[in-house]
T-cell receptor, first 111, second 113 residues
Framework: GQSLEQPSEVTAVEGAIVQINCTYQTSGFYGLSWYQQHDGGAPTFLSYNALDGLEETGRFSSFLSRSDSYGYLLLQELQMKDSASYFCAAPSNQAGTALIFGKGTTLSVSS | DGGITQSPKYLFRKEGQNVTLSCEQNLNHDAMYWYRQDPGQGLRLIYYSQIVNDFQKGDIAEGYSVSREKKESFPLTVTSAQKNPTAFYLC????????????FGQGTRLTVV
């Protein structure tokens, strides 16, 4: 089976830094992705890690440690518009299809 | 513009009726997916297809059926066998390959009345 665990809620203030963790159990590992979803909208892709280390894309970074079956999404210089749900996801096959998602972390950014 | 389109946005169904949700993409993606989203449950995979005329069950396929007769289209039928069909349904597509970005439609909110 495959499961991804992440905290249900995180709160922060504008300008702060927040880290959203994801631990996973998978029968085979083919990388870890992160998606953002605003309320009632479509999820959008943020990042992907196949190898250990940090991937940086603007204010967002994603980290992976395969030995710990752990990753995190780091959001810097938080803005109100970052209030959304964030999902970690992993493919369940080598083709990269059949993404399995965590239950999501709701981030609330206040002023 | 390329993208993935789901219709309708809102759908109401009487108990005991089958209903079909549409999903069309013009991104030339081989893979397409259907997810169900309930509050606090994240996205759960219903079915996925990696190529035309082939599809695989996801974690919660019971009470659902799909077809993939064309590369662009992957309709989902919610049958009367689905015990709790009220949910937000999301369709997605992607190229094959780990790490490939999945593109999602805007979703269909199905309510059983």
């Amino acid at each position: 089976g495959q499961s991804l665990e992440q905290p249900s809620e995180v709160t922060a203030v504008e300008g702060a830094i927040v880290q959203i963790n994801c631990t996973y159990q998978t029968s085979g590992f083919y990388g870890l992705s992160w998606y953002q979803q605003h309320d009632g909208g479509a999820p959008t892709f943020l990042s992907y890690n196949a190898l250990d280390g940090l991937e940086e894309t603007g204010r967002f970074s994603s980290f992976l440690s395969r030995s710990d079956s752990y990753g995190y999404l780091l959001l810097q210089e938080l803005q109100m518009k970052d209030s959304a749900s964030y999902f970690c996801a992993a493919p369940s096959n080598q083709a990269g299809t059949a993404l399995i998602f965590g239950k999501g972390t709701t981030l609330s950014v206040s002023s | 513009d390329g993208g993935i389109t789901q219709s309708p946005k809102y759908l109401f169904r009487k108990e005991g009726q089958n209903v079909t949700l549409s999903c069309e993409q013009n991104l030339n993606h081989d893979a397409m997916y259907w997810y169900r989203q309930d509050p606090g449950q994240g996205l759960r995979l219903i079915y996925y297809s990696q190529i035309v005329n082939d599809f695989q069950k996801g974690d919660i396929a019971e009470g659902y059926s799909v077809s993939r007769e064309k590369k662009e289209s992957f309709p989902l039928t919610v049958t009367s066998a689905q015990k709790n069909p009220t949910a937000f349904y999301l369709c997605a597509s992607s190229h094959q390959g780990a790490g490939t970005e999945a593109f999602f439609g805007q979703g269909t909110r199905l309510t059983v009345v």
